[in-house]
């Protein structure tokens, strides 16, 4: 994604544009604020005009060098959606992006066939699948491009995107799309991002954050139990893994509580969206 950005939606992320820094440690609560409503980096490169982000402007020939999104726009928590039905078109982005080479680090800053800055890739949870896009899989960057695409739109790829003819239904745009993973949009079980096993009562350990998964959270912090969070119930879950208790998800939040489980930190923002934490935490409340 690109390098500095622009307003709150509709930034770039490909070689169609330059990615912002993601400057502050959290973000907020869904429910509050939205995660991805806070600054963050683009993704791919874009020619064109210099765009600001959060008043940090970048030149037309950085834009130029390098494709462009923003993660900005508001993240909804359902299901998880599949890297693989929607190949093809990620196929085109890629070949516009990096003439399809989806191991390319060409030491711009940019990697991977769909040009991801590694803040960008950090910040969608691609931090679970390795450092950076390029040294990830052709799935698992189609995944972390398609929670892209859902908080962005097609914007994010601005020249690419619109290129290869990309929308958020050809895209398989979800927040909580997994390599491989099955739709939200396929099945209502998968949009039931969690549940529990009729025999144990225990939850399916599935790397879906659901309310199921929400609910057995809360008994472990120790407020009601609803299966929503909220500020006062990410306040008591920082409380409980010695986070700033501040009321928002940031990457502070998920590193304390990934430490609380015996797990190391990885890059990721909102331990929601991340397949490997979530399941992680499921394992740990079925203990």
């Known amino acids: 994604m690109p390098g500095a950005g622009a307003q709150v939606s509709g930034l770039p992320v490909g070689r169609s544009a330059r990615r912002a820094a993601i400057p502050s440690d959290r973000l ?3 429910r509050e604020e939205s995660p991805m409503t806070a600054t963050r980096p683009h ?22 060098a390098t494709g462009g999104a923003v993660v900005v726009a508001g993240l909804g928590l359902t299901g998880a959606g599949t890297a693989t039905a929607h190949g093809t078109v990620w196929d085109e982005v890629a070949q516009c992006e990096s003439g399809g080479n989806w191991s390319i680090n060409t030491g711009n800053g940019y990697y991977g066939g769909l040009q991801f800055s590694s803040s960008t890739w950090k910040a969608f949870g691609g931090g679970e699948y390795a450092s950076t896009a390029n040294q990830a899989t052709k799935a698992e960057q189609i995944a972390v491009a398609q929670r892209t695409l859902q908080a962005q739109g097609p914007g994010a790829w601005p020249t690419c995107g619109k290129k290869a003819g990309l929308t958020r239904a050809n895209g398989g745009a979800d927040v909580n799309a997994q390599p491989g993973g099955s739709s939200s949009r396929d099945s209502s079980a998968s949009r039931d991002a969690d549940r529990t096993s009729p025999a144990s009562g225990q939850l ?41 208790p501040d009321g928002k998800i940031g990457s502070e939040t998920t590193g304390k509580l990934r430490a609380a489980m015996g797990l190391s930190y990885n890059g990721v923002w909102d331990f929601r969206t991340s397949y490997g934490t979530v399941k992680a935490l499921q394992q740990h409340l079925n203990g």
């Open 28 to 30: 907020p609560h869904p």
């Open 43 to 64: 993704t791919h490169r874009a020619p064109g005009r210099a765009v600001a982000f959060r008043g940090v402007r970048v030149a037309p020939k950085v834009a130029a």
């Open 204 to 244: 399916v350990v599935d790397g879906k954050f659901g309310p199921k998964t929400t609910s057995a959270l809360q008994a472990w912090v120790g407020v009601p139990q609803d299966g929503s969070l909220s500020t006062s119930d990410i306040k008591a879950l920082q409380k409980k893994v010695g986070a700033v």
